[in-house]
């Protein structure tokens, strides 16, 4: 990756603009787990991502190919190490991990994304200090997704497939969350949709080999809820939601995007209530109000802070 000075400055963007941007990437994201759980049932699962992944290159490839020569040499590399480690990686180790625990456990996994994100952060930005609202927002994000996942979890019996499970989802959150540091570390002057597209396609193509070599005897009925869900997640949960979280990088803060993978399970649980029967509990109340708490808070945090040696002489006005 290339060294460039980090954190650079906020890039420009209304708030009017960055909220929309915000709700969209975890409204569509939270409606992805019910279409994720349709297409499943008549794809094979790998099978099932790379040709979501394939079908979102091909509606980016000609909006990436007038953008793409004048990246630089070494750019297209670079993105594609980088899908890698956003989708391709993570997503083998979570459909792998998912045959062994239930969806309880996974949401409860990935509910410590904003915890790798500021940990990763720490290590990589030098200017993104652990401050307390930042521990406190991501503390009641994860606090939030245990209860409302409290009732699953309570009866649950622990084996060593599920300890294996439950380490490769924790491994694939960890990944996705260097890799969106990486992004706003090294990626900023790249177009969104020349990131999105060189991510999608490099990551397609290892998780239709792996299909082939694993999934070779599994069925395939394409049906039209099948085609509606990978038309749907290409194009509403890939392509739209990925290029609003790359344009989104530069102008939130690690705190806030980790609060985004939390809101997203929320929404995953109230379409559940609405749309599927499910119950709707105390607990399920309780968990909304404080990853609701912890989001608000995290979007109060600042994108970019002074660092160090930068930073104003106590008493010194802090400039906006």
């Known amino acids: 990756m290339s060294s460039a000075p980090v954190p650079g400055p906020v890039k420009p963007g209304g708030p009017l603009k960055v909220a929309l941007a915000y709700c969209t990437c975890f409204l569509l994201w939270g409606s992805t787990w019910s279409v994720v759980k349709v297409g499943l049932e008549d794809l094979p699962p790998l099978r099932f991502v790379g040709i979501r992944m394939l079908v979102a290159g091909l ?3 000609p909006f990436a190919r007038s953008h793409g020569t004048s990246l630089g040499p070494g750019m297209g590399r670079r993105i594609a190490g980088l899908g890698l480690l956003q989708i391709a990686i993570p997503f083998g180790l979570l459909f792998v991990g998912q045959q062994w625990i239930p969806s309880s456990w996974a949401a409860l996994l990935f509910s410590t994304f904003p915890m790798w994100l500021l940990l990763v952060g720490r290590v990589m930005l030098p200017d993104q200090r652990l401050t307390a609202p930042k521990l406190l927002a991501a503390g009641l994000g994860v606090a939030g997704v245990v209860m409302l996942q409290h009732s699953g979890l309570g009866s649950l019996k622990v084996s ?9 989802c924790l491994t694939s959150v960890a990944v996705i969350a260097v890799a969106n540091v990486l992004a706003k570390k090294h990626m900023g ?3 969104a949709h020349v990131l999105v597209f060189g991510q999608t396609f490099s990551s ?10 694993f999934e070779a005897g599994q069925p395939m009925n394409w049906s039209t809820r099948s085609v509606l ?3 749907y997640l290409a194009l509403c949960g890939t392509v739209l939601t990925y290029q609003c ?3 989104l990088l530069p102008r939130i803060s690690l705190a806030a995007l980790g609060a985004m993978a939390l809101l997203d399970t929320l929404v995953a649980v109230v379409v559940g209530v ?11 109340l309780l968990g909304g109000v404080l990853i609701l708490g912890g989001a608000a808070l995290a979007n109060l945090i600042p994108a970019n802070e002074p660092s160090r040696r930068d930073a104003p002489p106590a008493g010194a006005p802090h400039s906006r």
């Open 189 to 191: 002057h790249v177009p």
């Open 59 to 61: 509606a980016l490839l």
């Open 245 to 247: 979280l790359y344009w």
């Open 204 to 213: 397609a193509l290892p998780l239709l080999v792996l299909s082939f070599l």
């Open 229 to 231: 869900a990978v038309l």
């Open 160 to 168: 060593g497939h599920m300890l294996l499970g439950g380490l490769l």
């Open 274 to 284: 609405v749309f599927l029967d499910e119950p709707l509990t105390l607990s399920l």
